[in-house]
């Protein structure tokens, strides 16, 4: 399972760290699909990277009802960070 870590800094200087999910690559393939974009993301690393922030941060109600460019013209930093998620789940502590 692919998991990830964000960061998006806005205008105002909030700033808002978020986890991504399987579910944010899926929107971002149905977008991507919608506007007829690369399959793959490499192709349009600055439209990935910001549109799986942007899905995470809607899905965790930090965006109100911005859509996807005018939430991108309301942040002035955002990194994103994917990876593997461990399959294995996490041993019971004795404490």
């Known amino acids: ?3 990830g870590r964000g960061t998006v800094t806005y205008a ?3 700033r808002v760290e978020v986890e991504t999910t399987p579910l944010d690559l899926l929107r971002w393939e ?3 699909a919608r506007h007829q974009l690369g399959g793959d993301p490499r ?3 600055f439209t990935f990277e910001l549109y799986v922030l942007y899905s995470a941060m809607q899905r ?3 965006v109100g009802e911005l859509g996807f ?3 991108c013209e309301s942040i002035v930093d955002a990194e994103l960070v994917l990876g593997e998620a461990d399959p294995t ?3 019971p502590s004795d404490e």
């Open 1 to 3: 399972m692919i998991r």
């Open 12 to 14: 105002t200087g909030e």
């Open 30 to 32: 149905r977008y991507r």
């Open 43 to 45: 192709e349009n690393p």
């Open 60 to 62: 965790t109600n930090h």
């Open 69 to 71: 460019d005018p939430w």
């Open 89 to 91: 789940p996490a041993e």
